[in-house]
């Protein structure tokens, strides 16, 4: 450990080093509450246990990554975390120091951290805590963010272990909401769901385009205390605020008081969104072929590509990632961690999709199976690549896509991307920039 970070109502953060892979890390450990105290102390503990379950599940782009969880070795054992270090600070403060975002900035913003409340949705997740300051910035000049605290997740349909018993809001020294962004029935203690985030995904909207709390502090607790009217005071304010009338309308309909008459999904809150945006000014939700310029090799930070004939295109932004094109007739060699392999992409006479990965200077292997010279894919698989001496190298995602009319239509969190070709997608961890692969037309 290196420094500390930051302090919460249940832990305190440190700033450390990966010894072994050479990285800042980000170290949470339970703390601030006695073991003494109960049920608080009881309950941030589950929930502290439970985030660490929560992240485990979750593997959106966008989603804080979780590397490893355990327990001090001292008495009551406290729990800790270790997660990616993401250095460039928060969306408030982002939001605070720079000002209100434009259109553009927020959809580009908004829609990664859509699509990682919707994987955790379809997981049985609730994060509960949806807020500027829980939005992490990778540092550098874009704005790529990831989804932090799940301290107060809620699983629902399908629990996780260690599910903290939350029926009590307030458990003595533990608030388990923020009371500026928490939906309504969530301050009253009342049973949650996925609508609780679409409740405050609302506000985040408000904040990004009006660059402030839509409603001061305090007064969202207050009116839930004393019943007041939530929907009128919510239109109000957006009345009074430099939001476009389209797009106050939908966060209008994501802040209803009562819960079933906001938008149903986090997705279609999106749909809607994107809808109230002027077309000119909305991103692009679907590309459906891209202007390829002559290339012999691509390089990317630490992601290399070569082919003997192909072509790259412009890069393209979608769900938050860089994603950079190759289209090719022949093989495509990829280095990346110091592994090296040979990727080619073939389609049968039944016109069905094969991927078939080799190493260079490297063994392939699927989890938790033997290490071989090549494997051959026809479905979404990871693989890890080590070295002669069986050191893990890279870890590599491959994904296929759906069939589609033509080619393959791709997801990026709340967009979609449809390829006219066949193509891979090829998602090394750890890096930012994808590579799309697709084959050449007329191949």
Not at 98 to 125: F, N, T, V, Y
Not at 287 to 305: G, I, P
Not at 318 to 344: D, F, I, M, P, Y
Not at 398 to 423: D, E
Request: glycine residues 10%.
């Amino acid at each position: 450990m290196q420094e500390v970070i930051a302090h919460g109502g249940m832990s305190v953060v440190y700033r450390g080093m990966d010894q072994r892979l050479l990285r800042p890390v980000c170290i949470k450990v339970f703390d601030g509450l006695d073991a003494g105290s109960k049920p608080a102390y009881a309950t941030g503990h589950d929930h502290f246990v439970q985030e660490a379950f929560a992240l485990s599940r979750l593997t959106h782009p966008n989603t804080m990554r979780i590397y490893d969880f355990g327990f001090l070795e001292r008495e009551p054992a406290l729990p800790f975390q270790i997660s990616e270090w993401i250095a460039g600070g928060t969306l408030h403060q982002r939001v605070r120091k720079d000002g209100p975002l434009s259109i553009d900035a927020a959809l580009d913003l908004l829609e990664p951290i859509c699509g990682a409340l919707a994987e955790a949705h379809a997981a049985g997740i609730v994060h509960r805590d949806v807020k500027p300051s829980n939005i992490l910035l990778v540092d550098g000049p874009g704005w790529m963010p990831k989804l932090a605290d799940f301290g107060i997740a809620k699983a629902t349909a399908r629990g996780l272990p260690h599910g903290a018993d939350t029926a009590a809001i307030d458990c003595g020294r533990i608030l388990l909401y923020s009371p500026g962004w928490s939906a309504p029935e969530q301050l009253r203690g009342d049973p949650v769901g996925p609508s609780a985030d679409v409740f405050s995904f609302g506000l985040l909207i408000a904040f990004c385009l009006g660059g402030h709390a839509l409603l001061p502090s305090g007064a969202l607790m207050r009116l839930v205390a004393q019943g007041g009217d939530l929907d009128a005071v919510v239109a109000r304010a957006l009345a009074e605020s430099p939001i476009p009338v389209d797009v106050a309308a939908v966060i209008i309909r994501a802040c209803r008081a009562v819960a079933d008459e906001r938008y149903a999904s986090i997705e279609a809150l999106w749909d809607e969104l994107a809808a109230a945006v002027d077309p000119s000014d909305a991103v692009p939700s679907e590309v459906m072929a891209f202007a390829a310029s002559a290339s012999e090799t691509v390089t990317r930070d630490t992601v290399a590509c070569t082919a003997t004939v192909e072509r790259q295109t412009s890069t393209f932004v979608a769900g938050g990632r860089v994603v950079r094109v190759v289209e090719t007739a022949e093989q495509v060699e990829l280095a990346h961690g110091g592994a090296r392999l040979r990727v080619s992409l073939l389609a049968d006479q039944a016109g069905e999709l094969h991927l078939h990965v080799k190493g260079i200077n490297c063994f392939v292997a699927r989890p938790e199976g033997r290490l071989t010279g090549g494997i051959a894919l026809k479905c979404d698989d990871t693989l890890q690549l080590f070295s002669p001496d069986r050191r893990l190298l890279a870890v590599v995602r491959c994904g296929f896509g759906v069939p589609s009319q033509p080619g393959r239509l791709f997801r990026f969190g709340a967009s979609s991307v449809r390829v006219p070709q066949p193509a891979v997608l090829i998602d090394f961890e750890e890096r930012q920039e994808l590579l799309l692969i697709q084959q050449s037309r007329g191949t």
